[in-house]
């Protein structure tokens, strides 16, 4: 089978950051862009602190819910430790988003907005459209949904602005 | 969710599907106690106003109402997790025996590789062991899709029907195509001892109807499109359920596939046309080897899997290992970090004073067994649920001489807490049982429980009082503090200790999640610290090292409990809150 078609994103982070909120407006995104959709993700920890990972795939042909390790073809961590310990699971050519933690950091209104600035920029990598991303986070997000899109919004901006190959690529040529 | 869309497709969890699917089949009682990973079935049945659900004071309690609203004529769903099916086990063996009138689905969650768990126990064993048909799905679109089926064959086979889902299933999510509800016309009760009267002379004879049963089930399974083969390349066949069948399609695409999506009864008829069309036999599944010892049983020629297997959970990149026979390589999960008590936590001020006074501790299931984990390492036991108040009175009369201590939290003290306590009482032991009331039950996501007052809905109940209920149970000294109250609740403790007879203390502040209050953090002096490290003893996420061996207290994660104030022997860490109140006053 060609994986060409599968797209596979690790989020993580640690408890409280929004690793499983940012996952399901990507889930909500990519299904309402025809995509099948699925996500793994582990509860009953997660507001204790411990290390929270999310993993989300789409495309055809689709099966695990797990990416299996050295697969990953985005990983988006909220955290510089978490990023440090998963990114050996990045495939050969996979990316890296860690670089842009720093300055979304400088750049959100509150820490909480991480995610949704991290989402921005993944937004550039996948092929779904702006008004797809905006009416997933609208899905999704009960409160404060203004700050989120203008995080959404400037992360995405700022990947633009970089260009697409601005992401670590990871142990490839 | 809305109520009542059809053909729409919902990015729903393992747990929201099959509940999907059970209220499109027309369940209408639904019971359940909390616990990870099988939780949020009965949330998003809740959401459903034609579903009578409830929170359940324990898994027995739930099944025996599900079961009994089944025979009663409604079709009726219970959810547990694998430990929970445990305390459930009574009746569950017995309703193989009267089976059902309408529907009755029993809903398991299993945890391999314990994500939030004491065991990795494989419930697939209580079908073969309880001669009960199970249903595996794959992925929320199966969860949504068997769980209507498990209804069908619940009424046509006149069985309880087990649905298995493992915490890759109930928590993966996938898009999922909706139906409408189906209204199911309740039937009526008909009295039939002979059926529902299980004493020895009805029993025999209901044993005799089960495994008839069995065997047409049996039949069942053989053309069910639940089992099904996908024919590849014949050189290498693959028997697998679950969540394992997800895997394994990816990691073998062009192998053939026995999909097993009923795991009991085996069809053997379609293992041995599978068998004999592929070269090498290879069963992947997680945990025990159930399938595979099923399999050999029927004389089938399978490869044996490395008992390495049995422990874990499986990932996708562990299917190729099994295949080429490999042992379970280690897997490194260093540097991840370990869940802690939260910030703001009533239980943190509990087990200070518990270590402070070098106090064993019976532990029970919940938040506060965190409290384990080093630097704390205030609780020293942790079984199963109840097992606070139980174990104390066991170690008591192991070790006369000693001081224990039996702690358990609000929720599990009514889910199998009480009975434990009776017993204490009865048998005339010594003890000091502290009941941590906190006002929900929180490892699982802040779920009401009968000392709540408040039932699945949110809607306002009849309130158990904790303190009457131990004092009616024969409890003399029931005392009520406010764990923040360091210091009464230490000098309380030590008078307790010190007495004859049992008591219970009662440690009663709101979970931090449920109130969310933050107060003035504390002002950090690092010219009184002298990095003695008393501070970092109390594990409190806001608090940390820095290179220096000073404090770095963290003030996003901070909500100004004080406790740290309270335990620093150098006024290092200076309280706010006066500070505060002054001036707002």
Partial sequence: MSTAEIYSVLFCGIGGQGVLKAADILGEAAMDAGWHVMKSEVHGMSQRGGSVESHLRFGSGVFSPLIACGKVDFLVPFDGAEARRLRQCLARRGIDLGVYIERALGEVSHKRFLNTWMLGVLSVFLPIDESVWLSALEKVLRYALKENRQAFVAGRWAAKQNGTRQGRRHGGT | MARGKTGKKELLSGNAALARGAYEAGVKVACAYPGTPSTEILETLAGFPEVDAQWSVNEKVAL????????????????SKHVGLNVAMDPLMTSAYVGVSAGLVVVVCDDPGMHSSQNEQDTRWVALYGKLPLLEPSSPAEAHLFVQEAYRISERYDTPVLVRLTTRVAHAKEDVTTGGRREVAPKSFNIDA?????????????HAVLEQRLEKLRRYAEQTAVNRIEEGDNTLGIVVSGVAYLYAREAYPDASFLKLGMPHPLPERLLRDFAGRVERLVVIEELD???????????????????????????????PLIVKRRPRPRRDRAGARRPVMCAGCPHRFVFWILRKNKVTVAGDIGCYTLAAAPPLAALHTCVCMGAGVTFQEGLRRAQPGERFVGVVGDSTFVHSGITGLINAVYNRIDGVILILDNATTAMTGMQDNPATGTNIRGEPTRRLDLEELCRACGVESVDVIDPEDLESLEETLKRRLDEKGLSVIITRRPCWQLVRTRRPIPEYLREKCRKCGICLQIDCPALSEDEEGFIKLDEDICVGCDLCVK???????????????GEHS
């Fill in chain 2, 64 to 79: 025996e109402v599900a079961l009994g609203a089944a025979v009663g004529g409604v079709r009726s769903l219970y959810a």
């Fill in chain 2, 194 to 206: 002979a059926k529902y009267v299980m004493v020895p002379r009805n029993g025999m004879r209901r």
């Fill in chain 2, 289 to 319: 080897p159930f399938l595979e010892e099923g399999v050999r049983a029927m004389g089938l020629d399978v490869e044996r899997r490395h008992v390495s297997w049995r422990v874990g959970e499986l990932r996708p990149e562990d299917i």
């Fill in chain 2, 567 to 581: 335990v620093c022997p150098f006024d290092a860490l200076v309280s706010r809150w006066k500070e505060e109140a």
